[in-house]
């Protein structure tokens, strides 16, 4: 079993920076790809980012040049720096776990962006 913990998310005013953290615990298979997803309300879920174990990213092209998605293989966590945030940013955001074709989620983190 694998339990995912998001953490970072809050209020913040356009053009501002916020960062999210998310720790993995439990069995975890030491090849994975970790990664962000968010949903706005009304809408489908969507990726954000993601990260593999030896670093490689993807980006949404709506984050690109903004976001960066890094990780700590040694504490099982990953982190999203959201700068430059716009209020269509504003979703929840979810920590994505996936190894051999398993998906793991986190419960999700509010980030708001509105002045």
């Known amino acids: 079993q694998v339990q995912l913990v998001e953490s970072g998310g809050g209020l913040v005013q356009p053009g501002g920076s916020l960062r999210l953290s998310c720790a993995a615990s439990?069995?975890?298979?030491?090849?994975?790809?970790m990664g962000w997803y968010r949903q706005a309300p009304g809408k489908q879920r969507e990726l954000v980012a993601t990260?593999?174990?030896?670093?490689?990213?993807n980006y949404a092209d709506s984050v690109k040049g903004r976001f960066t998605i890094s990780r700590d293989n040694a504490k099982n966590t990953v982190y999203l720096q959201m700068n430059s945030l716009k209020p269509e940013d504003t979703a929840v955001y979810y920590c994505?776990?996936?190894?051999?074709?398993?998906?793991?989620w986190g419960k999700g983190t509010l980030v708001t962006v509105s002045s």
């Open positions: 439990g069995s975890i298979f030491s090849i994975n790809t």
């Open positions: 994505n776990l996936g190894v051999i074709g398993i998906h793991y």
């Open positions: 990260i593999t174990t030896s670093g490689s990213t």
